[in-house]
Antibody, heavy 116, light 112 residues
């Protein structure tokens, strides 16, 4: 069964850091671009980053550039999002997704709350 | 403010057809075929229902169809059912902007 399970969310103070993880199963992880998409409470979807299968190509939304870093470990079939200098506006459910533009598999999401 | 504009809400009665529009700058939807649509029920992760403008993933009902004309993409839901009540988001690649990927603001579909 093709599946993504994201984890690592929680409550963090402004300026703090958090690392999200995403475990993939049921497909050849190396073959796929992977992305992170977030959704603030009651708001729409926002693409924030993607990473190619070989980790050669990556890009970030301006809202997180310089603060967030995406990485992957193909041997562990895992995707990561290191989030630094967190702000209140980063509060959202973060989804790990398969794909670069058409996102066909989504994790259940992990909630990140940035608050003092 | 999203660079892809969708109506905030669309409604219809069971059995009817509705269309959700998604309008963007020509550098996004107008120039690319990588338009996708997502359905999201409350508290759930989004689900891909249309990709490459008009293709359906395996398992998605053929009541969902997509099209594009100029810089406007559209999602049509025919034979509206109660379970179609959800939020719908369009998405397009936009490499000429500072974002690789753009999402529309979302449309709430209500089945009357």
């Amino acid at each position: 069964q093709v599946k993504l399970v994201d984890s690592g969310g929680g409550l963090v103070k402004p300026g703090g850091s958090l690392r999200l993880s995403c475990a993939a199963s049921g497909f050849n992880f190396d073959d796929y671009h992977m992305s992170w998409i977030r959704q603030a409470p009651g708001k729409g979807l926002e693409w924030i980053s993607h990473l190619s299968g070989s980790s050669y190509y990556t890009n970030y939304a301006d809202s997180v550039k310089g603060r967030f870093t995406v990485s992957r470990d193909n041997a562990k079939k895992s995707l990561y999002l290191q989030m630094n200098s967190l702000r209140a506006e980063d509060t959202a459910v973060y989804y790990c997704v398969r794909g670069k533009v058409a996102f066909d598999i989504w994790g259940p999401g992990t909630l990140v709350t940035v608050s003092s | 403010h999203s660079a892809l504009t969708q109506p905030a809400s669309v409604s219809g009665s069971p059995g009817q057809s509705i269309t959700i529009s998604c309008t963007g700058a020509s550098s996004a939807i107008g120039s690319y075929t990588l338009v996708s649509w997502y359905q999201q029920h409350p508290g759930k992760a989004p689900k891909l229902i249309i990709y490459d403008v008009n293709k359906r993933p395996s398992g998605v009902s053929d009541r969902f169809s997509g099209s594009k004309s100029g810089n406007t993409a559209s999602l049509t839901i025919s034979g509206l059912q109660a379970d179609d009540e959800a939020d719908y988001y369009c998405c397009s690649s936009a490499p000429s902007s500072t974002l690789d990927v753009l999402f529309g603001g979302g449309s709430k579909v209500t089945v009357l």
